[in-house]
């Protein structure tokens, strides 16, 4: 069963950073690709960062050059750092296991989210 565990959410200040964690069950060695996803108040879910099983990496425009997303593959966890937060980055943040297509990522598994509040 294929088990993904966020943590790391909390209330940051505008322009202070958090690193989100996603503890996943089994080897990420084997997975094709992972993403992280966000959820806000009254907004559709938005897919904020990718990374493929080669290393490469893609992020919406809002979120590029202030986050990056990594993976440990020792400990098999998958980061989110977050760095020049914005209130609008405020969301329930969900850590994602799929497959990256030429049509672009598609998510199989989901864990159960983290909340991140940017708010002085």
């Known amino acids: 069963q294929v088990q993904l565990a966020e943590s790391g959410g909390g209330l940051v200040q505008p322009g202070g950073s958090l690193r989100l964690s996603c503890a996943v069950s089994g080897s990420i060695a084997n997975i094709n690709a992972m993403g992280w996803y966000r959820q806000a108040p009254g907004r559709q879910r938005e897919l904020v960062a990718t990374?493929?099983?080669?290393?490469?990496?893609d992020y919406v425009d809002s979120v590029k050059g202030r986050f990056t997303i990594s993976r440990e593959y020792a400990k098999n966890i998958l980061y989110l750092q977050m760095n020049s937060l914005k209130p609008e980055d405020t969301a329930v943040y969900y850590c994602?296991?799929?497959?990256?297509?030429?049509?672009?990522?598609?998510?199989?598994?989901w864990g159960q989210g983290t909340l991140v509040t940017v708010s002085s």
């Open positions: 994602t296991r799929g497959s990256q297509y030429s049509s672009g990522y598609e998510s199989e598994y």
């Open positions: 990374i493929t099983s080669g290393g490469i990496t």
